[in-house]
């Protein structure tokens, strides 16, 4: 829940009035089934100028049992993501989108740090050892974000008023930017409810049929 922050107005020795502002949305996404849809991100962009003094930390993606854990990930422009190889064995990991290009060898209990793109954009992550693995960063020009939980609910913290752009993204969603998204305003604590209007593709198995490891360069 987000801790109100208030500005007291003081006259002689008397608080005269006390002005709050932060609000909390929380968003329930279904799918077009309408069956509580986990690990959707959620997203909020300012359409009215609003400042934000967050500051969010470092992402991690893990790579766990020779797959990208989380699968989705979401960072804010600019700011550090941290892979973090938990498996005994080597991964080549790199991305698909230009416009953050990396590639890179990651050692059994390594950590290699990248920063995120100064622009929006969607990554798309394999590793050159395991064709198999495959992941997704998707990276947002806002500090209002969060993925929803086994329960399809996600929850931001606002600082300021005003109107925003409240964004669901998936890679798997059937449409064109992976995104829907709708106009929202916030004056107060809200709940709302999105149900996606686009089927969402399945997601291939994170796992080879054999006991694949590494090859020999590696």
């Known amino acids: 829940m987000t801790i109100k922050r208030c500005i007291m107005h003081l006259i002689g020795f008397s608080f005269l009035s006390a002005n709050c502002y932060g609000f909390d949305l929380q968003v329930k996404v279904y799918d077009i089934q309408g069956n509580p849809l986990p690990e959707v991100v959620v997203y909020l962009e300012p359409l009215a100028g609003q400042l934000s003094s967050d500051t969010k930390p470092a992402t991690i993606i893990s790579q766990t049992e020779k797959s990208f854990s989380p699968y989705i990930g979401v960072t804010q422009v600019s700011t550090p993501v941290v892979f973090n190889n938990r498996d005994d064995i080597t991964h080549h990991i ?124 590696y």
């Not at 890179?104 to 969607?122: H, R, Y």
């Not at 329960?151 to 005003?162: H, I």
């Open 94 to 217: 790199y991305s698909v989108n230009q416009k953050m290009p990396f590639a890179f060898i990651i050692q059994p209990n390594q950590q290699v740090v990248q920063t995120a793109s100064a622009q929006t954009i969607e990554i798309a992550m394999g590793c050159n050892v395991h064709d198999w693995m495959s992941g997704h960063l998707l990276v947002v020009d806002t500090p209002y974000f969060a993925k929803t939980t086994a329960q399809g609910q996600a929850e931001l913290s606002v600082e300021q008023s005003g109107d925003f752009r409240l964004v669901i993204w998936h890679p798997q969603l059937l449409n064109v930017d992976h995104r829907q998204s709708s106009k929202i305003t916030l004056d107060t604590d809200q709940n709302i409810e999105v149900h996606l209007t686009t089927k969402l593709a399945s997601i291939a198995p994170q796992q080879s049929d054999d006991d694949f490891d590494f090859l020999s360069e």
